[in-house]
């Protein structure tokens, strides 16, 4: 059987967005027989969605600790470098869209005679010496390049594929020879264990990596406030990375200052791993969210979600649904000097959520 290599040192999100393909390929390779390059926050996913598939880690970090990022980076991978040339897989994928230095030397040491790569996103930075660079990794190892897509609708603010997950169609399709359909490869996640109280509780997950995609915790606050009382959730979970604690904990007091009744059911809870996060959006009744890895991960999963979106890379990562559930609140900016969520009126977002909440379960 043959054997396929994936390279997709990721973040979190962006490794979501990218299981249907992973999915499509343990159907035609045989889960077995598959090989999946992550950062190593990732693992548990790669174990939990694709347990038979094999897995090496790249601990790659973004910032620097005493050495230069690049230097340190090699030394941290250079175990995981002497696995990866001593395999020879039949294919080798990259959904990696944006490959530095280092990850391209890494994905090019699998030995193979079919790569397939999408061009290179940072070649855009204007540096001659990365052109240069990747120009010499294609005339020697002589992938399949596919060319980057563009993003279309999304620049008026309408729903369509985010260009990440049509380079990974385009991808998948020249390595399947064939035209793959985008329902093929829409991100698709599954829990491996239940949590109790399934189906009662809501999640809130308010914060980003990045701040200037937040929401503003008090109107949170006055959404929450705003619902009748049997319209509000029996119990309330905030989530978020163990980095994200304390303002969790902040957030969750405000709740209990201004709605007692619901801050009593209210709780913080930071999931041990990614799994387990994934598990614990799978059972909620409702996602609340801002554009970030729990949006991709409860659309993934199809609960009722409400996304309020920054347009931060609108037509890249977002937006995108896999059913009438979810639901993605665009904001409309009449300036550079207003905030991103100083357009979305809180009518019109109990408005949706209140649309998404009296839909019956679709199809399946």
Same mark, same amino acid.
């Given at each position: ?26 159907g ?11 950062l ?13 598939a ?19 980076n ?17 294919d ?9 230095y280092?990850?391209n ?7 193979? $005679? $079919? ?12 540096r001659?010496?990365? $052109? ?54 829409l ?25 200037g995609?937040d ?16 319209? $509000? ?6 989530t ?37 996060f994934?598990d ?13 890895a ?10 009722r ?6 347009g ?50 679709p199809?399946?």
């Open positions: 059987m043959a054997r396929c290599f994936i390279f997709k040192p990721d973040g979190i999100g962006d490794f979501f967005l990218s299981t249907g393909v992973i999915r499509l390929l343990a035609e390779f045989g889960e077995e027989n598959l090989t999946v390059a992550v190593p926050a990732l693992r548990s996913v790669v174990t939990g969605q694709f347990p038979k094999s897995v090496v880690l790249l601990p790659m970090e973004k910032k620097r600790v005493i050495l230069n990022v690049f230097v340190a090699c030394l941290r991978c250079f175990p995981s470098w002497l696995k990866l040339i001593k395999m020879r897989p039949d080798v994928i990259c959904l990696r869209h944006m490959r530095d280092l990850q030397v890494l994905f090019y040491s699998v030995r193979s $005679r $079919r790569r397939f790569v999408s061009e290179n996103l940072l070649l855009g930075n204007g001659p010496v990365r $052109r240069w660079t990747e120009a010499m990794f294609i005339s020697i190892f002589s992938p399949t390049v596919i060319r980057y897509p563009k993003a279309d609708g999304h620049a008026k603010r309408e729903m369509g594929l985010p260009t990440e997950l049509e380079a990974n169609r385009l991808l998948v399709s020249s390595l399947l020879k064939r035209d793959v359909n985008v329902e093929e490869i991100p698709k996640l599954f829990p491996v264990k239940k949590i109790g109280g399934e189906g009662a509780f809501w999640i809130c997950a308010p914060f980003s990596s990045d701040p995609k929401f503003p915790t008090e109107r949170w606050v006055e959404l929450l406030a705003s619902l009748k009382p049997n319209e $509000r959730p029996k119990e309330l979970i905030l978020g990375s163990a980095g994200q604690a304390s303002r969790l904990e902040g957030f969750r007091a405000l709740i209990h200052s201004v709605m007692p009744e619901l801050g009593n059911s209210t709780r913080v809870a930071i999931p041990p791993s990614l799994q387990d994934i614990l959006l799978a059972g909620a009744e409702c996602v609340l969210t801002i554009d970030t729990a949006s991709h991960a409860a659309i993934a999963l199809d609960r979600t409400l996304v309020l979106f920054s931060q890379h609108s037509g890249m990562f977002a937006p995108w649904v896999s059913s009438p559930w979810q639901h993605w609140m665009f904001s409309s900016k009449s300036s550079h000097e207003d905030a991103w969520h100083a357009s979305l009126g809180n009518a019109a977002i109990l408005a949706a959520l209140r649309t998404i909440l009296g839909l019956k379960a199809d399946r």
